[in-house]
Structures are given as structure tokens and as C-alpha cells.
């Protein structure tokens, strides 16, 4: 079992912005990282993914706005969000995992508020 810590969220003004981290023991083992959000009433999104290789991959809301990044040595993934909007409110989630169809390891996620 891996247990995944995601912190750096918060209330934030539209055009601010957010650095979140999540605290991954053993990510250098997992090929794919990736952080996704979920709104209430919708399903959960995918955000943005990192490999191993690295290769980034980014939903089309957050091209050119966030940038996902890994640090194996610390254990950390991250996701600087830059130019916020009202619409990236939700709760994001980080996630490990070897192969794409795998539904990997969780953790319990960290709130996102941006107020216009």
C-alpha cells in the first residue's frame, strides 16, 4: 500500500497562483505520476501526467498554465498552477501507477478555491 500526502491548497484570486505537492514514497518505482481534479456532481479529470522518461502529458485547461514535474529523490510530485481561474476550483488529486490502465494508489486530496 502507498500512501500519498497532497498539500498546497487553498483560496487563491483569479490570475494567482498555486504550487501543490504531493509527498509520494517509493515514486522512483512507478512509471506514471500524475495529478487529476473533481468537482462535485462530475467525475474526476485528469490534470496532467509525468513518466519516468520524463514525458509530461496535460489535459487542454492546463496547457500553458500548470507544469507537472517529479522529484524522485524527494519523493515529491508537483503541480505549479499559474493563472488561475474560478473554473480550476475543485479538489485535486495526486496519483501513482505502473501502466496507464491501472487504477494505481490515491491519496485524499487537497482543496483548491479560486475566487473571481
Known amino acids: 500500500q502507498v500512501q500519498l500526502v497532497e498539500s498546497g491548497g487553498g483560496l487563491v484570486q483569479t490570475g494567482g497562483s498555486l504550487r501543490l505537492s504531493c509527498a509520494a514514497p517509493?515514486?522512483?518505482?512507478?512509471?506514471?505520476v500524475g495529478w487529476y481534479r473533481q468537482t462535485p456532481g462530475r467525475q474526476r479529470e485528469l490534470v496532467a501526467t509525468?513518466?519516468?522518461?520524463?514525458?509530461?502529458s496535460y489535459a487542454g485547461f492546463a496547457k500553458g498554465r500548470f507544469t507537472i514535474s517529479r522529484d524522485n529523490a524527494k519523493n515529491t510530485i508537483y503541480l505549479q498552477m499559474n493563472s488561475l481561474k474560478p473554473e480550476d476550483t475543485a479538489v485535486y488529486y495526486c496519483?501513482?501507477?505502473?501502466?496507464?490502465?491501472?487504477?494505481?494508489?490515491w491519496g485524499q486530496g487537497t482543496q483548491v478555491t479560486v475566487s473571481s
Open positions: 496519483n501513482v501507477k505502473d501502466v496507464s490502465w491501472d487504477s494505481g494508489y
Open positions: 509525468i513518466t519516468s522518461g520524463p514525458t509530461t
Open positions: 517509493g515514486i522512483r518505482g512507478f512509471n506514471i
